[in-house]
Protein backbone atom coordinates (compact mmCIF):
# COMPACT_ATOMS: atom_id res chain seq x y z
CA UNK A 1 0.00 0.00 0.00
CA UNK A 2 1.16 3.58 -0.54
CA UNK A 3 0.63 7.08 0.92
CA UNK A 4 1.36 9.94 0.14
CA UNK A 5 1.62 12.55 2.65
CA UNK A 6 1.03 16.12 2.27
CA UNK A 7 3.36 18.41 4.23
CA UNK A 8 3.66 21.11 2.18
CA UNK A 9 2.35 23.73 4.21
CA UNK A 10 4.50 26.69 6.10
CA UNK A 11 2.87 25.85 9.66
CA UNK A 12 2.07 29.69 10.21
CA UNK A 13 -0.39 28.88 12.72
CA UNK A 14 2.45 27.37 14.84
CA UNK A 15 5.09 30.12 15.01
CA UNK A 16 7.35 31.00 15.87
CA UNK A 17 8.35 27.45 16.12
CA UNK A 18 7.77 26.82 12.63
CA UNK A 19 10.67 29.62 11.62
CA UNK A 20 13.07 27.49 11.33
CA UNK A 21 11.63 24.04 10.63
CA UNK A 22 8.47 22.63 9.36
CA UNK A 23 5.40 21.23 11.40
CA UNK A 24 6.19 17.73 10.21
CA UNK A 25 9.70 18.06 11.95
CA UNK A 26 8.55 19.60 15.14
CA UNK A 27 9.73 17.35 18.05
CA UNK A 28 6.84 15.30 19.44
CA UNK A 29 8.84 13.34 22.90
CA UNK A 30 11.94 14.61 21.06
CA UNK A 31 11.66 12.81 18.02
CA UNK A 32 10.30 14.67 14.76
CA UNK A 33 6.58 14.76 14.09
CA UNK A 34 6.82 12.57 11.13
CA UNK A 35 8.89 9.93 12.51
CA UNK A 36 5.96 8.97 14.43
CA UNK A 37 3.35 9.53 11.30
CA UNK A 38 5.86 7.27 9.49
CA UNK A 39 5.64 4.32 12.36
CA UNK A 40 1.95 4.88 12.61
CA UNK A 41 2.21 4.07 8.58
CA UNK A 42 4.52 1.20 8.90
CA UNK A 43 2.74 -0.57 11.47
CA UNK A 44 -0.33 -0.59 9.02
CA UNK A 45 1.49 -2.60 6.09
CA UNK A 46 2.15 1.27 4.93
CA UNK A 47 5.69 1.23 3.44
CA UNK A 48 5.92 2.95 0.31
CA UNK A 49 5.25 6.75 0.98
CA UNK A 50 5.54 9.97 -0.98
CA UNK A 51 6.39 12.75 1.37
CA UNK A 52 4.72 15.87 -0.58
CA UNK A 53 7.03 18.83 0.16
CA UNK A 54 7.09 22.41 -0.43
CA UNK A 55 8.63 24.75 2.43
CA UNK A 56 11.79 24.02 3.68
CA UNK A 57 12.11 20.62 2.05
CA UNK A 58 15.94 19.78 2.99
CA UNK A 59 15.13 19.43 6.80
CA UNK A 60 12.84 16.24 5.96
CA UNK A 61 15.22 15.22 3.56
CA UNK A 62 18.21 14.97 5.72
CA UNK A 63 16.61 13.24 8.28
CA UNK A 64 14.81 10.65 6.89
CA UNK A 65 17.28 10.23 3.58
CA UNK A 66 15.67 7.05 1.50
CA UNK A 67 13.41 5.76 4.72
CA UNK A 68 15.32 2.72 5.05
CA UNK A 69 16.56 3.54 8.74
CA UNK A 70 12.80 3.87 9.33
CA UNK A 71 11.68 0.91 7.78
CA UNK A 72 10.10 2.35 4.71
CA UNK A 73 10.89 3.54 1.29
CA UNK A 74 10.25 7.37 1.24
CA UNK A 75 10.13 9.10 -2.42
CA UNK A 76 10.46 12.69 -2.37
CA UNK A 77 8.25 15.07 -4.19
CA UNK A 78 8.92 18.97 -3.74
CA UNK A 79 6.47 21.48 -5.38
CA UNK A 80 8.11 24.87 -6.49
CA UNK A 81 5.01 26.52 -5.72
CA UNK A 82 2.10 25.30 -3.36
CA UNK A 83 0.28 23.00 -5.59
CA UNK A 84 -2.75 22.83 -2.36
CA UNK A 85 -3.88 19.46 -1.12
CA UNK A 86 -5.15 17.74 -3.91
CA UNK A 87 -2.91 19.34 -6.66
CA UNK A 88 -0.21 18.06 -4.41
CA UNK A 89 -1.54 13.88 -5.03
CA UNK A 90 -2.18 15.16 -8.69
CA UNK A 91 1.99 16.29 -8.82
CA UNK A 92 3.02 12.62 -8.01
CA UNK A 93 0.53 10.75 -10.19
CA UNK A 94 2.68 8.79 -12.09
CA UNK A 95 3.83 7.09 -9.26
CA UNK A 96 0.40 5.86 -7.47
CA UNK A 97 -1.14 2.51 -7.47
CA UNK A 98 -5.32 2.11 -8.63
CA UNK A 99 -5.70 2.53 -4.43
CA UNK A 100 -4.16 4.82 -2.47
CA UNK A 101 -3.89 6.66 0.95
CA UNK A 102 -3.77 10.35 1.49
CA UNK A 103 -2.84 11.78 5.12
CA UNK A 104 -3.11 15.61 5.86
CA UNK A 105 0.59 15.50 7.52
CA UNK A 106 -0.21 17.28 10.88
CA UNK A 107 -2.02 14.94 12.40
CA UNK A 108 -1.36 12.04 14.59
CA UNK A 109 -3.75 9.14 14.91
CA UNK A 110 -4.46 5.41 15.74
CA UNK A 111 -7.23 5.10 13.32
CA UNK A 112 -7.74 1.26 11.84
CA UNK A 113 -6.53 1.60 8.39
CA UNK A 114 -7.46 -1.38 7.83
CA UNK A 115 -10.67 -1.94 9.05
CA UNK A 116 -11.43 1.18 6.73
CA UNK A 117 -9.60 -0.24 3.46
CA UNK A 118 -12.11 -2.75 3.90
CA UNK A 119 -14.80 -0.46 4.14
CA UNK A 120 -13.92 1.62 1.23
CA UNK A 121 -13.68 -2.13 -0.80
CA UNK A 122 -17.15 -2.71 0.80
CA UNK A 123 -18.98 0.31 -0.57
CA UNK A 124 -17.21 0.37 -3.81
CA UNK A 125 -15.92 3.86 -2.57
CA UNK A 126 -13.94 6.32 -5.09
CA UNK A 127 -13.06 8.00 -1.90
CA UNK A 128 -13.01 7.20 1.92
CA UNK A 129 -12.84 9.72 4.15
CA UNK A 130 -11.49 9.30 7.98
CA UNK A 131 -14.24 10.76 9.75
CA UNK A 132 -13.67 11.78 13.84
CA UNK A 133 -15.41 13.54 16.50
CA UNK A 134 -14.71 17.07 17.86
CA UNK A 135 -15.99 19.84 19.98
CA UNK A 136 -15.67 22.58 17.45
CA UNK A 137 -15.89 21.94 13.82
CA UNK A 138 -15.89 25.21 12.76
CA UNK A 139 -12.00 24.81 12.32
CA UNK A 140 -12.53 21.75 10.22
CA UNK A 141 -13.78 20.16 7.29
CA UNK A 142 -17.16 19.57 8.44
CA UNK A 143 -18.64 15.99 6.96
CA UNK A 144 -22.34 15.21 6.88
CA UNK A 145 -23.51 11.16 5.91
CA UNK A 146 -26.44 9.39 5.25
CA UNK A 147 -26.97 6.43 7.29
CA UNK A 148 -24.68 4.06 4.97
CA UNK A 149 -21.87 6.32 5.18
CA UNK A 150 -22.19 8.02 1.82
CA UNK A 151 -21.31 11.28 2.32
CA UNK A 152 -24.05 14.13 1.70
CA UNK A 153 -22.00 17.27 1.57
CA UNK A 154 -18.12 18.64 2.69
CA UNK A 155 -18.08 21.96 3.88
CA UNK A 156 -14.41 23.40 4.71
CA UNK A 157 -14.68 25.56 8.12
CA UNK A 158 -18.38 26.67 8.43
CA UNK A 159 -19.29 29.08 11.02
CA UNK A 160 -19.97 26.84 14.16
CA UNK A 161 -23.40 27.81 13.95
CA UNK A 162 -24.02 26.41 10.39
CA UNK A 163 -21.95 22.89 11.18
CA UNK A 164 -24.91 20.27 11.19
CA UNK A 165 -22.50 17.32 12.79
CA UNK A 166 -19.29 17.10 14.65
CA UNK A 167 -17.92 14.99 12.49
CA UNK A 168 -15.61 16.07 10.55
CA UNK A 169 -12.85 15.61 8.00
CA UNK A 170 -9.49 14.23 9.67
CA UNK A 171 -7.41 14.13 7.26
CA UNK A 172 -7.13 10.19 5.91
CA UNK A 173 -8.33 9.67 2.46
CA UNK A 174 -8.34 6.35 0.90
CA UNK A 175 -8.72 7.26 -2.72
CA UNK A 176 -9.26 5.23 -6.43
CA UNK A 177 -7.02 6.44 -9.01
CA UNK A 178 -10.14 7.36 -11.38
CA UNK A 179 -10.74 10.67 -9.66
CA UNK A 180 -6.93 11.67 -10.26
CA UNK A 181 -8.94 12.91 -13.89
CA UNK A 182 -10.95 15.63 -11.73
CA UNK A 183 -7.86 17.63 -10.52
CA UNK A 184 -6.67 19.60 -12.73
CA UNK A 185 -2.80 19.23 -13.22
CA UNK A 186 0.08 21.94 -12.91
CA UNK A 187 -2.51 24.32 -10.80
CA UNK A 188 -3.46 25.09 -7.06
CA UNK A 189 -6.15 22.74 -6.08
CA UNK A 190 -8.17 21.46 -2.82
CA UNK A 191 -9.76 18.22 -1.61
CA UNK A 192 -11.19 20.33 0.48
CA UNK A 193 -12.81 23.51 -1.62
CA UNK A 194 -12.56 22.16 -4.75
CA UNK A 195 -12.27 17.94 -5.57
CA UNK A 196 -14.71 17.09 -3.21
CA UNK A 197 -17.55 19.68 -3.90
CA UNK A 198 -17.24 18.69 -7.36
CA UNK A 199 -17.31 14.39 -7.02
CA UNK A 200 -20.65 14.85 -4.66
CA UNK A 201 -21.88 17.29 -7.70
CA UNK A 202 -20.87 14.60 -10.28
CA UNK A 203 -22.82 11.46 -8.08
CA UNK A 204 -19.09 10.20 -7.73
CA UNK A 205 -19.33 8.08 -4.41
CA UNK A 206 -17.85 9.23 -1.66
CA UNK A 207 -18.07 7.66 1.82
CA UNK A 208 -17.23 8.88 5.45
CA UNK A 209 -15.54 6.23 7.95
CA UNK A 210 -15.81 7.29 11.19
CA UNK A 211 -14.01 6.41 13.79
CA UNK A 212 -13.42 7.02 17.63
CA UNK A 213 -9.78 6.74 17.65
CA UNK A 214 -7.29 8.71 18.74
CA UNK A 215 -7.07 11.63 16.42
CA UNK A 216 -5.36 15.34 16.65
CA UNK A 217 -4.50 18.17 14.51
CA UNK A 218 -0.79 19.66 15.98
CA UNK A 219 -1.65 22.72 13.52
CA UNK A 220 -2.07 25.05 16.82
CA UNK A 221 0.82 25.59 19.81
CA UNK A 222 -2.40 24.66 21.97
CA UNK A 223 -2.57 21.48 20.31
CA UNK A 224 1.30 20.64 20.01
CA UNK A 225 1.14 21.00 23.71
CA UNK A 226 -2.15 19.12 24.34
CA UNK A 227 -0.48 16.73 22.01
CA UNK A 228 2.55 15.96 24.45
CA UNK A 229 -0.12 15.49 27.48
CA UNK A 230 -2.21 13.11 25.71
CA UNK A 231 1.14 10.96 25.25
CA UNK A 232 2.29 11.49 28.54
CA UNK A 233 -0.85 10.90 30.37
CA UNK A 234 -1.39 7.62 28.16
CA UNK A 235 -4.70 9.17 26.95
CA UNK A 236 -2.43 9.29 22.97
CA UNK A 237 -0.58 6.58 21.68
CA UNK A 238 2.13 6.81 19.10
CA UNK A 239 3.59 3.70 17.10
CA UNK A 240 6.65 4.60 18.54
CA UNK A 241 6.44 2.78 21.75
CA UNK A 242 9.72 3.19 24.09
CA UNK A 243 9.50 7.03 25.49
CA UNK A 244 5.98 7.24 24.34
CA UNK A 245 3.94 5.02 27.29
CA UNK A 246 5.83 6.28 29.88
CA UNK A 247 4.59 4.44 33.01
CA UNK A 248 7.27 5.28 35.87
CA UNK A 249 8.15 8.89 36.13
CA UNK A 250 11.56 7.95 37.25
CA UNK A 251 12.75 5.37 34.60
CA UNK A 252 11.50 8.14 32.37
CA UNK A 253 14.18 10.45 33.93
CA UNK A 254 17.04 8.14 32.71
CA UNK A 255 19.40 10.35 30.20
CA UNK A 256 19.89 13.62 32.58
CA UNK A 257 21.61 14.52 35.36
CA UNK A 258 18.85 15.36 38.58
CA UNK A 259 20.43 17.08 41.64
CA UNK A 260 19.18 15.08 44.64
CA UNK A 261 17.09 18.04 46.32
CA UNK A 262 15.24 18.55 43.26
CA UNK A 263 11.80 17.79 42.58
CA UNK A 264 10.67 15.39 39.49
CA UNK A 265 6.79 14.66 39.59
CA UNK A 266 4.55 13.07 37.34
CA UNK A 267 5.30 11.94 33.78
CA UNK A 268 8.44 13.57 32.56
CA UNK A 269 10.83 13.06 29.86
CA UNK A 270 14.46 14.58 29.66
CA UNK A 271 16.59 14.23 26.83
CA UNK A 272 20.60 13.75 26.99
CA UNK A 273 22.72 15.35 28.53
CA UNK A 274 19.74 18.05 30.58
CA UNK A 275 20.87 18.95 34.16
CA UNK A 276 18.15 19.68 37.04
CA UNK A 277 20.12 21.74 39.44
CA UNK A 278 19.21 22.20 42.94
CA UNK A 279 15.82 22.70 44.54
CA UNK A 280 14.57 22.84 40.88
CA UNK A 281 11.18 21.57 40.13
CA UNK A 282 9.48 19.56 37.51
CA UNK A 283 5.86 19.24 37.44
CA UNK A 284 4.84 16.71 34.12
CA UNK A 285 3.84 16.23 31.65
CA UNK A 286 7.15 18.39 31.04
CA UNK A 287 9.37 17.32 28.22
CA UNK A 288 12.85 18.42 27.81
CA UNK A 289 14.97 17.74 25.41
CA UNK A 290 18.69 17.16 24.55
CA UNK A 291 21.13 19.63 27.06
CA UNK A 292 18.64 21.61 28.54
CA UNK A 293 19.77 23.07 32.06
CA UNK A 294 17.09 24.25 34.81
CA UNK A 295 19.30 26.27 37.43
CA UNK A 296 18.42 26.33 41.24
CA UNK A 297 14.65 26.89 42.10
CA UNK A 298 13.47 27.22 38.79
CA UNK A 299 9.95 25.93 38.56
CA UNK A 300 8.17 24.34 35.45
CA UNK A 301 5.02 22.53 34.85
CA UNK A 302 3.46 20.96 31.72
CA UNK A 303 5.90 22.10 29.27
CA UNK A 304 8.28 21.59 26.55
CA UNK A 305 11.42 22.60 25.86
CA UNK A 306 13.35 21.93 22.77
CA UNK A 307 17.31 21.48 23.08
CA UNK A 308 19.88 23.50 24.64
CA UNK A 309 16.90 25.38 26.25
CA UNK A 310 18.63 27.47 29.93
CA UNK A 311 16.53 28.16 32.35
CA UNK A 312 17.39 30.54 34.65
CA UNK A 313 17.34 30.71 38.31
CA UNK A 314 13.89 30.80 40.06
CA UNK A 315 12.64 30.77 36.70
CA UNK A 316 8.63 29.74 36.35
CA UNK A 317 7.35 27.91 33.14
CA UNK A 318 3.93 27.10 33.04
CA UNK A 319 2.27 25.72 30.12
CA UNK A 320 4.14 26.91 27.66
CA UNK A 321 6.48 26.22 24.54
CA UNK A 322 10.41 26.99 24.56
CA UNK A 323 12.37 26.24 20.89
CA UNK A 324 15.90 25.21 20.63
CA UNK A 325 19.29 27.21 22.14
CA UNK A 326 16.80 29.82 24.48
CA UNK A 327 17.81 31.22 27.27
CA UNK A 328 15.59 32.28 30.10
CA UNK A 329 16.73 34.67 32.55
CA UNK A 330 16.60 34.46 36.48
CA UNK A 331 13.49 35.27 37.74
CA UNK A 332 11.48 35.18 34.86
CA UNK A 333 8.32 33.79 34.32
CA UNK A 334 6.59 32.52 31.53
CA UNK A 335 2.57 32.51 32.34
CA UNK A 336 0.20 29.86 30.51
CA UNK A 337 0.65 29.69 26.61
CA UNK A 338 3.48 31.17 26.35
CA UNK A 339 5.47 30.07 22.71
CA UNK A 340 9.31 31.48 22.17
CA UNK A 341 10.57 30.34 19.29
CA UNK A 342 14.38 29.40 18.64
CA UNK A 343 17.72 31.84 19.81
CA UNK A 344 15.34 33.93 22.18
CA UNK A 345 17.48 35.53 24.74
CA UNK A 346 14.87 36.33 27.75
CA UNK A 347 16.13 38.71 30.00
CA UNK A 348 16.25 38.02 33.61
CA UNK A 349 13.12 39.31 35.78
CA UNK A 350 11.15 39.33 32.26
CA UNK A 351 7.10 38.48 32.30
CA UNK A 352 5.43 36.96 29.42
CA UNK A 353 1.94 37.01 29.85
CA UNK A 354 -0.72 33.96 29.09
CA UNK A 355 -0.33 33.38 25.14
CA UNK A 356 2.56 35.55 24.47
CA UNK A 357 4.57 34.73 21.28
CA UNK A 358 8.18 35.65 21.06
CA UNK A 359 10.16 35.02 17.51
CA UNK A 360 13.34 34.00 16.48
CA UNK A 361 14.86 37.27 17.12
CA UNK A 362 17.28 37.17 19.39
CA UNK A 363 17.21 40.98 19.98
CA UNK A 364 13.19 40.86 20.98
CA UNK A 365 12.44 42.24 23.81
CA UNK A 366 10.06 40.50 25.87
CA UNK A 367 7.05 42.10 27.91
CA UNK A 368 8.90 43.67 30.68
CA UNK A 369 7.79 43.05 34.10
CA UNK A 370 5.07 44.91 35.58
CA UNK A 371 5.34 47.10 38.31
CA UNK A 372 5.40 44.65 41.70
CA UNK A 373 5.82 41.40 38.94
CA UNK A 374 4.95 38.07 40.49
CA UNK A 375 7.76 37.05 41.43
CA UNK A 376 9.30 33.70 40.45
CA UNK A 377 8.25 30.83 42.84
CA UNK A 378 9.00 27.54 43.32
CA UNK A 379 6.05 25.46 42.85
CA UNK A 380 3.68 26.64 39.57
CA UNK A 381 1.11 24.46 40.55
CA UNK A 382 0.20 24.69 43.98
CA UNK A 383 0.39 21.32 46.18
CA UNK A 384 1.11 18.38 45.00
N1 LIG B 1 2.35 19.28 -0.49
C1 LIG B 1 1.48 20.20 -0.07
N2 LIG B 1 1.18 21.26 -0.87
N3 LIG B 1 0.92 20.06 1.14
C2 LIG B 1 0.05 20.99 1.56
C3 LIG B 1 -0.29 22.11 0.78
C4 LIG B 1 0.32 22.23 -0.52
O1 LIG B 1 0.09 23.18 -1.26
N4 LIG B 1 -1.20 22.86 1.47
C5 LIG B 1 -1.40 22.22 2.64
N5 LIG B 1 -0.64 21.11 2.70
C6 LIG B 1 -0.57 20.15 3.79
C7 LIG B 1 -0.20 20.77 5.14
O2 LIG B 1 1.20 20.72 5.32
C8 LIG B 1 -0.92 19.88 6.13
O3 LIG B 1 -0.15 18.75 6.50
C9 LIG B 1 -2.14 19.39 5.35
O4 LIG B 1 -1.86 19.63 3.96
C10 LIG B 1 -3.43 20.10 5.75
O5 LIG B 1 -3.22 21.50 5.68
P1 LIG B 1 -3.58 22.44 6.91
O6 LIG B 1 -3.20 23.82 6.52
O7 LIG B 1 -3.04 21.88 8.16
O8 LIG B 1 -5.16 22.36 6.87
P2 LIG B 1 -6.18 22.47 8.08
O9 LIG B 1 -5.69 21.77 9.27
O10 LIG B 1 -6.57 23.89 8.23
O11 LIG B 1 -7.45 21.68 7.48
C11 LIG B 1 -7.29 20.40 6.89
O12 LIG B 1 -7.14 19.41 7.88
C12 LIG B 1 -8.27 19.21 8.74
C13 LIG B 1 -7.93 18.06 9.68
O13 LIG B 1 -6.82 18.36 10.42
C14 LIG B 1 -8.52 20.13 6.03
O14 LIG B 1 -8.27 18.95 5.30
C15 LIG B 1 -9.78 19.96 6.89
O15 LIG B 1 -10.87 19.57 6.09
C16 LIG B 1 -9.53 18.88 7.94
O16 LIG B 1 -10.66 18.75 8.80
MG1 LIG C 1 -3.88 20.96 9.85
Redesign the pocket.
Known sequence: MKAVL????E?TRLRPLTCNTV??MVPILNRPFLEHVIAYLKSHGVDDIVL???YLPDHVQSYFGDGSKHGVRLTYAV?DS????A??VKNVEGYLDDVFLVF????LTDIDLTAMMAFHRARKANVTIALTPVEDPS???VVETEADGRVRRFV??PPREEATTNL????VYILDSDVLPHIPANE?YM??HDLYPKLLARGVPVYGFPSEGYWI?I?TPEKYLQLHCDLLQGKGVTALHSAARPSDPASVARGGWVHPTARVEGPVVLGHGCHIGPAAYLKGPVVLGEDCIILEGAAIEGSVLWHHVRVGRQAVLRHCIVGDSTSIGDGSQLDTGSVVGDHVVISPGSYLAPGTRLGDVSQEEPTPPPAGPPRARQDPGGSP
Open positions: LIGGGKAALCEPRGTGANGDIAYGEKINAGRFEDG
